[in-house]
């Protein structure tokens, strides 16, 4: 069935330094890849999105790299904050369906 | 911009009753909404597929008698957590597209704690 895989769980970086959380999917038909930022007890709230027409979307300090041929998906957060810290979690989905499929999640720690 | 609101936020029953979750778009319709499970520091499950008017599409190994959906109107949808029992207790979110947009809006979620 679908899946989607996501590294690392866990994330320590120090404030100042980039951080980047990889996932994978397997569906091919997948065409829209939503990331997500969850801090704890909280709702996912959405940071960024790229469709599959698109190589690569940025919004300040936050870019997401897509690579449609190996099915990979990046996001890259540059000059953490210790507000960045929260578990960040990638999704795959069909446009035609909207059914997300979420990664593992990644509990990203930017210590002061 | 769209909202989708979630009650109860938490709920503690005993082992053997039934809880029921509501999930409503507050500023807009939804034909579709989905429901996920969330374990402690895991991922969100998809569980459902919740369609206005019909029955609800249910992800494998997801029982369906045991997690009842309704979808009655276009802006509530209803997860029934049934004979509930300690292993049930879990994050339930839902989430929802308004017509148009591209992208899901989630609920606040829903703690239940079965003892």
């Known amino acids: 069935g679908e899946n989607v895989e996501q590294h690392p769980s866990t994330l320590s970086v120090q404030e100042g330094d980039s951080a980047v959380i990889k996932c994978t999917y397997s569906d091919s038909a997948s065409n829209y890849f939503p990331w997500y930022k969850q801090e704890l007890g909280k709702r996912p709230q959405l940071i960024i999105d790229i469709r599959s027409n698109v190589g690569e979307k940025k919004d300040q300090r936050i870019a997401v790299t897509l690579n449609k041929t190996a099915k990979h998906f990046s996001l890259h957060i540059t000059e953490t904050q210790p507000e960045d810290s929260a578990v960040y979690f990638c999704a795959a989905s069909n446009q035609g369906t909207y059914k997300y499929i979420f990664g593992t999640g990644t509990r990203l720690k930017v210590l002061a | 911009g769209a909202v989708v609101s979630q009650h109860p936020s938490r709920v503690i029953c005993k082992s053997g009753t039934s809880v029921k979750i509501e999930c409503r778009s507050l500023?807009?319709?939804?034909?579709?909404m989905f429901w996920y499970r969330q374990f402690p520091k895991q991922s969100l499950m998809l569980m459902a597929t919740s369609n206005e008017g019909s029955k609800a599409t249910y992800e494998q190994g997801v029982e369906k008698d045991k997690f009842l959906i309704n979808h009655a109107s276009l802006t509530l949808s209803t997860l029934t957590v049934t004979s509930a029992h300690p292993e049930d207790s879990s994050f339930y979110i839902c989430?929802?597209?308004?017509?148009?947009?591209?992208?899901?809006?989630f609920g606040a979620g829903s703690r239940l704690t079965v003892l």
């Open positions: 500023d807009f319709q939804a034909t579709t």
């Open positions: 989430s929802a597209r308004p017509a148009g947009a591209n992208v899901l809006t």
